[in-house]
């Protein structure tokens, strides 16, 4: 039974140089020099175009998270209205069945008809982009709120 060799590799204290850990290297090794100090101007646009990269990944973060904010919103008001359309879509075909029957008259049919065809045509809508969200695909979100 062959006992395995223990390889011990640490680094410690303050390191203001170049430094390499490794078991083993094969071929040429080189270290370039640190770069030279620089002047106090080009140190403080540095830090400018830092900070002023941050903002905008900051604002990016901002937007994709509004953007987010708006679509499980958007998801929300479409459980909504698919409810809704639920609820009414018997309510619209009983007015059919009754029109149908003459007892009440052919204008609350042709009205059932109408409104049971938005119902139909709304509630399909909502439960595609129900689907596509929890399948995880992109929605459209419309702009308006109105829309929605």
């Keep these: 039974?062959?006992?395995?060799?223990?390889?011990?590799?640490?680094?410690s204290g303050d390191v203001r140089g170049p430094v390499v850990q490794s078991g083993a290297i094969h071929g040429d090794v080189v270290f370039n020099s640190p770069a030279e100090p620089r002047d106090r101007e080009s140190a403080e646009m540095d830090r400018r175009w830092t900070d002023r990269r941050r903002r905008i990944l900051d604002?990016?973060?901002?937007?994709?998270?509004?953007?987010?904010?708006?679509?499980?919103?958007?998801?929300?008001?479409c459980h909504r209205r698919r409810r809704v359309n639920?609820?009414?879509?018997?309510?619209?075909?009983?007015?059919?069945?009754?029109?149908?029957?003459?007892?009440?008259?052919?204008m609350y049919t042709v009205l059932?008809?109408?409104?049971?065809?938005?119902?139909?045509?709304?509630w399909v809508q909502c439960s595609l982009i129900i689907r596509k969200w929890d399948a995880g695909r992109t929605i459209k979100?419309?702009?308006?709120?109105?829309?929605?």
């Design 1 to 11: 039974m062959s006992e395995h060799s223990y390889v011990r590799n640490e680094l």
């Design 59 to 77: 604002a990016e973060e901002a937007q994709r998270a509004e953007l987010q904010r708006r679509a499980n919103q958007y998801v929300r008001a």
């Design 86 to 106: 639920r609820i009414f879509l018997p309510i619209e075909g009983m007015t059919v069945v009754l029109g149908l029957m003459h007892v009440v008259p052919v």
């Design 112 to 122: 059932g008809l109408l409104f049971g065809a938005i119902s139909v045509t709304g």
């Design 141 to 148: 979100v419309p702009l308006s709120g109105w829309r929605w």
